[in-house]
DNA sequence: GTCTTATCTGAACATGCGTTCATATCAAAG
DNA sequence: CTTTGATATGAACGCATGTTCAGATAAGAC
């Protein structure tokens, strides 16, 4: 019994895509069946495809969107003169960003190299991108003579991973909350960056 | 034509073991076939069930064995009664360990959700268990007033994350030799702890 | 009330999966 | 030289995969 209650494409899409972001983060990109997904909708198989082209498109458009939504939340970021302000600020907002959509981050980090040669480049560039907020930060602080860092791509690297990191033990209804969080991190960035 | 070449139990299973890594690194658990792994050997699918009774433990045992190891080297490091020497020797420690097999580390990082859940319990002992080694050099650093730590359970995960990003970028020839990172990072790390 | 069109079903397609097993081969033991 | 046993083949098993598509259904337009 097709079409049961109505148009439900402005439903059921983003529901197509919830269920893919859930089950990818559960169980890999590889493991989960479009049968899976459709189940967890609540639709045939067949009926994905009015919503996606392929398998691998349900995959490149959640992290597109992800890393989208990323760089545009970080454009909108203030941005202080003092390279000091600028890393805080950098860093509470990595780590609120990441914390607030655990799957998505999941996914983008594990599933790359699930992507097609071109769809991999595309992500990639976006990530570079976004790696170079925090390395332009880097190398105005030392400019200025506030921060001490010998390389400052591989600074920027394992800052990055260090923060990230924290999307894997973080649980909501915690110890801690995202504030004590991100104070936590922003004091071991702090000194490991001092001069 | 079985059995082609004389007895290759002993040269066979390693490569059984060599090839599975590779693969499971490159493309993931659940995206590689017994027949892939088989053909990389040189032999057919069912030669596979010699040496592995199933798909699983040939994951598992990977894991498992990489873990083993690195607690094994662990042990054999030596154990200075200062803290920051003591950091620092697992700080690099951690690093070259690391940067010399990044297969077993890309496999033990990624494909912990594709374990059954008895495996990855064994699994998830054995890291808490060298997660615990540098907890342990944290609270006595903070015991004995040399560090400044606002949570060791936190700053040890963030520590960990730091250091093993590094082999998402490191190349063998590149820049950096291993020594030249193992300072940088070392340099990191003192600093983010210090007191 | 009829028609159109978006949405979904359910079956089908070719292909690949992990695993098993009867059989073949050959190294080494006696 | 014969026998044994480890090691491999290659075919087969039932089942799952991503994807396609003709047909069914119902909401909204006229």
Redesign the pocket.
Known sequence: ?????????????PRVAQAALRLFARHGY?????????AEV?????????????????LFDLMRGHMDELLAARATAPAPGDPVASLEGFTRFHIRFHLERPDAVFVSYMELRNLTPDNFATIEGLRRAYEDELEGILRAGVAAGVFAVADTKITTLAVIAMLTGVTTWYRTGGRLNVAQVETIYWDMVRKAVAG
């Open positions: 019994m097709a079409r049961t209650a109505g148009s439900h494409s402005d439903i059921t899409g590889a493991a989960v069946s479009m049968r899976q997904i459709a609540g639709v045939q198989a067949g009926a994905l495809y009015n919503y996606t082209p392929d398998k691998q498109s349900l």
